[in-house]
């Protein structure tokens, strides 16, 4: 966290507190995200990691608590100069422009950004529009219509949108859904390259493979508290983890289910299982995948 004087992370999330009513949605969830690192923001469905997004970003105002993002508090600054200073974000809702094409998308989004920069940087600020449809593995579907392209590839153009703005931050919302494994495997590469650019990249993500594949530090909420920080491999073995998404508490375990909500939620460790069912089967617990294992062992559904 924040040391007064000394290191800031590039992004810092400072005792933030969201109510809605009576609902707290974010509870002083407190964490990092560094410069040049995969940071995974994880949690059982109503958790509150879309809001904790929205509070990073600007789209909320927190009831209490602070969001740093780049040595500066930020927590009133509005979501257009946020993205200014570096902020980017994908959206779980796919947000292009279905009647252009997927590369002038793209080519908008960088030009909205540059307009955005002073004169004096606008030459440096240019993107390499083909290069990045490439990087991003979607040069084949340039010449389309954005409306008319798969969901996977859809989801990948909003990943080229935002990284069209160069972004030192960027927050993804379920980057992975639509995507098919090898899809899912090249994303994972893809956000390890960013990472080892100096890119900070926030991922609220279900796909656990990819998460544990790629995540250097995961942020686990559950109730709109941080209930786990860690590694991978420390997630993985957490037992208030296991619990948060498998539904149970204490009493539970004695034979009295809590928590249907979490529970039914269905996004992990069992996406395999049938969310209709009031609790996945205990076995989900083992469906972890290994950590080191690597993405797309033949784990993914
Ligand atoms: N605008 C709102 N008004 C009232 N309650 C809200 C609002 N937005 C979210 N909530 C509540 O806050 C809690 C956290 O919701 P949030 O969408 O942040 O969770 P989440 O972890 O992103 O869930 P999911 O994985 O389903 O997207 C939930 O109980 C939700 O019902």
Redesign the pocket.
């Known amino acids: 966290m924040a040391s007064r004087g000394g290191h800031r992370a590039l992004l810092e999330v400072d005792g933030v507190v ?1 109510r ?2 009576g ?1 707290v ?2 509870n002083e969830a407190r964490f990092d995200v560094e410069a040049g690192t995969v940071t995974g923001l994880i ?12 509070v990073i970003s600007g789209l ?1 105002r927190p009831t209490s608590g602070k969001v740093w993002f780049d040595g500066r508090n930020v927590s009133n600054t509005p979501v257009h100069r946020r993205s200014k200073m570096g902020m980017g974000r994908t959206f ?1 809702r796919l947000e292009a422009f279905g009647s252009l094409t997927v590369r002038d998308n793209v080519r908008v989004a960088a030009d909205i950004h540059s307009g955005a920069l002073p004169l004096r940087r606008r030459s440096a600020g240019k993107v390499d529009i083909d290069a990045l449809l490439e990087r991003v593995g979607i040069a084949e579907y340039a010449r389309e219509r954005a409306d008319s392209i798969p969901t996977g590839t859809a989801r990948l153009l909003e990943l080229a949108r935002c990284l069209a703005s160069q972004p030192k931050l960027l927050l993804l919302d ?1 980057p992975s859904s639509g995507l098919d494994e090898t899809e899912t495997d090249d994303f994972g590469d893809l956000l390890r390259d960013l990472a080892a650019e100096g890119c900070a990249i926030l991922m ?1 993500e ?1 796909d656990m493979d990819l998460v544990m594949g790629v995540c250097d530090t995961i942020h686990v ?1 559950d109730f ?1 508290s941080i209930i786990a920080q860690g590694d991978p491999a420390a997630i993985r073995n957490d037992p208030a983890v296991q619990k948060a998404y498998l539904g149970y508490s204490d009493e539970a375990d004695e034979g009295h289910p809590v928590r249907e909500n979490h529970a039914q ?1 269905g ?1 992990y460790p069992g996406d395999e299982y049938d969310t209709s069912t009031d609790l996945p089967p205990v076995e989900a617990t083992m469906t972890l995948p290994a950590v080191g294992s690597g993405i797309g062992r033949g784990e993914r559904r």
Request: with cysteine; hydrophobic share 35%.
């Open positions: 969201v809605f009513g609902v949605a974010v949690g059982p469905n109503g958790a509150g990691k879309t809001t904790c997004f929205n909320q779980q379920e609220v279900h909420l709109g939620s996004g």
